[in-house]
């Protein structure tokens, strides 16, 4: 008989890790508090970008967040009652923030990172529908010293095997995307990045999964987890126990409260972003943008234009604040020849899942032998999901784990 497997959490992550588990024969039940992708996999901007790999935490970031936040115009905004419960996981983030951290960090995530592009194809090839565009990425900038400046950390990437970024004058890039403002003073073009509409892709998943037999049990929240010093026994969920060989967590910014009751310590906290949806707008791009002096993202669909950023911090929880949605409007229409706006507008919400190291969590729990993490992937979720769920199928089944997947570990906060 096969192997049955649990997987909590029906995001990007979670789908993604039950499609290679079932491709491997085992039997998988997927288990969601709600309906699947509702949660950080819907309205986020869809960047697949192996080329932006690295980690959050990074050299100069502490000064420029915190003069950012007191002159009011920081994507960075911590509630001042939420302080005193994150100060250790922002002591730790601020600790990660140094040159060699940075560099570490950046190398796992290049190697996590190597695969994407071929599973995403692969992925199309095995029958999965979903809306992906291949333009590249555009960084848009409005300040020269930042544009120069961030032309010096992009062409880093050339020494990873990745196309070096192409310099766009102005005129360059207003002939490239007429509907930007003239204001803009140039940009940079990261040619093999791609996008995917993330709400396609978790239907063009989930529908894959239903054909390929997995079982979905949505509005379940798992409660409580049942373990001996060394194996999880059962889940509780919904009133019911729930048991499998195998069990994997991948709950985004709610994993770490899941794992509290094995007594697995996992710093991860919600990282609140925004978007805004406009179908059928009134602005035309061919490619996503990255409007970098104000660091709001923008990605072009069929018929639809998103805006969206910021980084709040402010607990685990889905409210929107429209004083940020509108510092996202704002920001952007600095850099549109007009303010976007469309037929409809969806406002969203999600929770980015962050650790502190800027890495995320993947693999085996340190003393739950079949116990296995997927989470963490803070801004890269989409991007990363298919190359994680390679991985931590490949660990479930036992196969040599490869010497740089240490850096995920999931007991290295312990
Ligand atoms: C504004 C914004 C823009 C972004 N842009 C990008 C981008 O361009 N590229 C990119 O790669 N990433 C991007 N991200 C990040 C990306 O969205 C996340 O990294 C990714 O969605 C995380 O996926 P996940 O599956 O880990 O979590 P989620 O999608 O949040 O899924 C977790 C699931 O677990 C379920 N769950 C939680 N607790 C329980 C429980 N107790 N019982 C049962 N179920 C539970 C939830 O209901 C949820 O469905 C962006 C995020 C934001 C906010």
């Known amino acids: ?38 949660g950080c996999s819907h309205g986020n901007m869809g960047w697949i970008c192996p080329s932006l790999s690295g980690p959050l935490p990074s050299p100069g970031i502490v000064g420029s967040s915190i003069k950012g936040m ?22 730790s983030f601020w600790r990660h923030a140094t040159v060699m951290h940075y560099a570490v960090g950046l190398e796992a995530n290049l190697w996590l990172h190597q695969r994407t592009l071929e599973l995403y194809d692969q992925w199309l090839e095995h029958g999965i529908s979903f809306e992906m565009h291949h333009e590249g990425l555009l960084y848009v900038f409005r300040d020269i010293t930042l544009w120069n400046d961030k032309m010096k950390t992009a062409s880093r990437v050339a020494d990873y095997g990745f196309p070096v970024p192409e310099r766009l004058t102005q005129d360059a890039l207003l002939d490239l995307e007429p509907d930007l403002s003239p204001s803009v003073a140039g940009g940079i073009l990261l040619p093999k990045e791609r996008h995917v509409r993330a709400d396609t892709l978790i239907r063009g998943l989930v529908q894959h999964l239903h054909t390929a037999g997995v079982e979905f049990r949505t509005g379940v929240a798992v409660e409580a987890i049942d373990a001996s010093p060394f194996a999880i026994r059962s889940l509780r969920a919904g009133g019911e126990r729930l048991q499998a060989d195998v069990y994997v967590l991948a709950a985004g910014a709610q994993t770490g409260g899941l794992t509290q009751h094995i007594g697995l310590k996992l710093p991860i906290i919600a990282g609140k972003g ?18 970098g002096d104000t660091k709001v993202a923008a990605s072009p669909y069929n018929g639809a234009l998103r805006v969206g950023g910021t980084m709040e911090f402010s607990g685990a929880n889905m409210r929107i604040d429209s004083q940020r949605v509108d510092s996202i409007r704002k920001a952007s229409s600095l850099y549109f020849r007009t303010p976007a706006a469309g037929r409809d507008v969806e406002i969203w919400a999600g929770m980015r899942p962050m650790t502190p190291d800027g890495l995320p969590v993947i693999g085996k729990a340190p003393r739950h ?32 784990r490869p010497v740089e997947a240490h850096a995920f570990d999931p007991g290295r906060f312990s």
């Open 1 to 38: 008989m096969s192997k049955h497997a649990i997987v909590v959490g029906a995001g990007a992550i979670g789908l993604a890790t039950a499609y290679f588990l079932s491709q491997e024969g085992l039997s998988v039940t997927v288990l969601d508090q709600a309906e699947p992708g509702k």
């Open 70 to 91: 007191l002159d009011g115009t920081s994507p960075l905004y911590i509630k001042p009652s939420e302080f005193v419960r994150i100060w250790p996981w922002l002591m």
């Open 274 to 291: 925004y978007s805004l949806t406009f179908s059928e707008p009134n602005l035309t791009f061919r490619h996503p943008l990255y409007l």
């Open 369 to 400: 032998e079949n116990l296995f993490i997927a989470s963490g992937h803070g801004s890269d979720g989409i991007s990363m999901a298919p190359a994680t769920a390679a991985l931590l199928c490949d660990m479930i089944l036992d196969r040599p």
